[in-house]
C-alpha cells in the first residue's frame, strides 16, 4: 500500500495540485507546461538516484506530454482536458470486451506482477475472481470517465482540476479497497495465504488497473 500511495502522490496528487495552483496564479499554458515538468523532474530524479520508475510514472508522463502537445498546438484547453474521456472510455471498452474472451484483461496482467502458477490461475473460482475485477474496474473506469465530463462542462477550469482530481482519487481508491478485501477473501477460501502464496497477485493487479484509471490529472 505504501508503494501504491507514493506511485499516486506522484504520477497524479501533485501534478493536480500544480495544475490547480498555476491555473490560479497563471494562465492555462503555464499550468499544463508546469505540470509537464514536475513528471519530467520526478522521472530525472528517480532515475539519478537509481530508485525504480513505476509504470504508472512512464504512463502518466507519455500522456501529458500528448496531452500538452495537442494543447499548444490546436490553442485550446478543451481538449487538454477532456481527452481523458476518450481515453477512459477505450480503457473500459477493452475491459469489458475482454469479457467476452478466453482471459479477461485482469487475468493478463497477473502474471506481470506476481509470479502466479498456471494451476492456481487456472482454478475455477480464481478464474471467475478475473472476470469479476475486470468487470468492476471497466464499470469504475467507465464511470470515472462520465464523472470527469459531467464536472468538466459544470464548472471553472479551476474547480474542474480542484474537484476532479479529489472525486477521481476517491472513486478509485474505494474500488481498490474493495477490491483488496474481496481478494482477500477469495484467495483464502482458495488456500492460497499459505507458504509462498499471498493474495498479494490479486491486489497487485487491482492497484494496475487503480493507477491506470487515475492516471491523468
Known amino acids: 500500500m505504501k508503494r501504491i500511495a507514493c506511485s499516486l502522490a506522484l504520477a497524479v496528487v501533485v501534478p493536480a495540485l500544480l495544475l490547480w495552483v498555476m491555473l490560479e496564479l497563471t494562465n492555462v499554458t503555464t499550468a499544463i507546461l508546469v505540470c509537464l515538468g514536475w513528471m519530467v523532474l520526478a522521472m530525472a530524479w528517480r532515475y539519478v538516484t537509481k530508485r525504480p520508475v513505476s509504470g504508472l510514472l512512464l504512463l502518466s508522463l507519455g500522456i501529458l506530454t500528448i496531452k500538452t502537445a495537442l494543447t499548444l498546438i490546436t490553442g485550446s484547453s478543451f481538449i487538454y482536458f477532456v481527452q481523458p474521456v476518450f481515453a477512459d472510455l477505450a480503457v473500459a471498452v477493452t475491459f469489458l470486451g475482454s469479457l467476452w474472451t478466453s482471459r479477461p484483461i485482469i487475468a493478463r496482467l497477473a502474471p506481470d506482477f506476481y509470479p502466479m502458477s498456471d494451476a492456481a490461475a487456472a482454478r475455477p473460482e480464481i478464474r471467475r475472481h478475473f472476470r469479476r475485477l475486470t468487470l468492476l474496474w471497466g464499470l469504475v473506469i467507465l464511470v470515472k470517465g462520465g ?22 482519487i476517491t472513486l478509485t481508491m474505494t474500488a481498490a479497497v474493495v477490491t483488496i478485501a474481496w481478494s482477500y477473501v477469495v484467495v483464502r477460501q482458495q488456500g492460497l495465504l499459505h507458504g509462498s502464496h499471498s493474495c498479494e497477485p490479486l491486489v497487485l493487479d487491482a492497484h494496475a488497473a487503480a493507477t491506470a484509471a487515475a492516471a491523468q490529472p
Not at 464523472?147 to 472525486?167: D, P, R
Open 147 to 168: 464523472i470527469t465530463l459531467w464536472l468538466l462542462e459544470s464548472l471553472s477550469t479551476a474547480n474542474f482540476v480542484l474537484i476532479k482530481g479529489g472525486a477521481i
